[in-house]
């Protein structure tokens, strides 16, 4: 079982940064590949970006590619996703996801999911 409470969203300013963190319990996620989606009002959950269990693969939305990064500390049991050069479009709940495998960009590929974390980027 891997329980993953996100942390780190807020309001920026377009062009802003910030990170999100995911700590996770659980001694498989270390053995997991981790994700984040993000979730707009009346839209449906979309894939950011993922990283393998050992972080040597990662994977990344088209539109947050170059501007998000995402790492884990496995030490720490957490991962994160740096986010850079933020626009409005941005803004939506973002969600952290766990699987034993990276498996695919849809979240109904993914069996963990955290509570989310609210991310709102101003013009």
């Known amino acids: 079982q891997v329980q993953l409470v996100e942390s780190g969203g807020g309001l920026v300013q377009a062009g802003g940064s910030l990170r999100l963190s995911c700590a996770a319990s659980g001694r498989t996620f270390r053995r997991y590949a981790m994700g984040w989606f993000r979730q707009a009002p009346g839209k449906e959950r979309e894939f950011v970006a993922a990283?393998?269990?050992?972080?040597?693969?990662?994977y990344y939305a088209d539109s947050v590619k170059g501007r998000f990064t995402i790492s884990r500390d496995n030490t720490k049991n957490t991962g994160y996703l740096q986010m850079n050069s933020l626009k409005p479009e941005d803004t939506a709940a973002y969600y952290c996801a766990s699987n034993q495998y990276y498996s695919g960009t849809y979240y109904y590929q993914w069996g963990y999911w955290g509570q989310g974390t609210q991310v709102t980027v101003s013009s």
């Open positions: 990283i393998s269990w050992s972080g040597g693969s990662t």
